[in-house]
């Protein structure tokens, strides 16, 4: 009898390892991967601060297939530093995106970050911009990348620039994504603004069932690596493009949204103003439920997001 396939056993998103997620999403035994550990590609700034260093530098990279198509993958360790963007780990990914573009294949990133890494605040931001570049450049040479977010991290910070790049963003509700993270709003605009202890405001402002409805992202699924295996599969099948009339209505839905919404002090009134009858009940209902009333709804994004 032959070995089932990871995502065919319940296994939380949340919960998983960088490793375990890439295992678990792609076609079972097709995962190679790129500067693994063996290769020593460590961060050259932690010793300075007397700080341990990863041998991956916490992004694992590599090609697989998915459903018998030929990707390329990534998939960020939050449980080292938060997943946070440095020099090494930056380079990593976009050296996996730059060969998406000559390998013309698309790209699933598993996001677990809380942004950039501070003890390598510039490397880091360049890191960002070169990442957020090479994704412009690979979906206008017509490859597809989609984002999955459910991890321990969140997505933050430049993370959350390079998410909102992407051609497809999928979501549990355990996943959060902000370019803010509740701490640093809670620090710099005072409790007043964001209380961070307040992990129900935290979530109905950034988590999946919020991004969800307001079209920050294209699916919500379970916490499970069957369903974002499921969901990346249906992403990458769906036809995307990037270009000056896409980028267009996404900015003026942004705007719409800001004036719509940027007075409403609690995800809940934005739920109501979107026509969801008890705003009160969402965080508590399971998927399917919450899908029904959702996508009954819901804003959708365009490409650009």
Known sequence: MSEPHPAQQRLSWYEASARA???ALVDSGSFTEFLGPQAREMSPHLPIFDLPRQLDDGIVVGAASLDGVPILVAAQEGRFMGGAFGEVHGAKLTGLLQAAIALKRNVVIAFDTGGVRLQEANAGELAIAEIMRAVQDARLAG???VGLIGGRAGCYGGGSLIAGCCSALI???Q???SVSGPEV?????GVEELDSRDRALVWRTMGGKHRYLIGGVDAFVEDDAAEFRAA??????RATQLDLPVLTAEQRRLEARVQRFGDAPDGRDIWTALGVSDAQAIPELPTQAFLTVADAHRETADDAR
Do not use: K, W, Y
């Open 143 to 145: 490859v597809q990348v």
């Open 21 to 23: 997620r890439i295992d």
């Open 171 to 173: 979501i549990s509700e």
């Open 232 to 237: 990346a599969i249906g992403a990458l099948a």
């Open 185 to 189: 709003i809670e620090t710099n605009r």
């Open 175 to 177: 996943g959060r994504l």
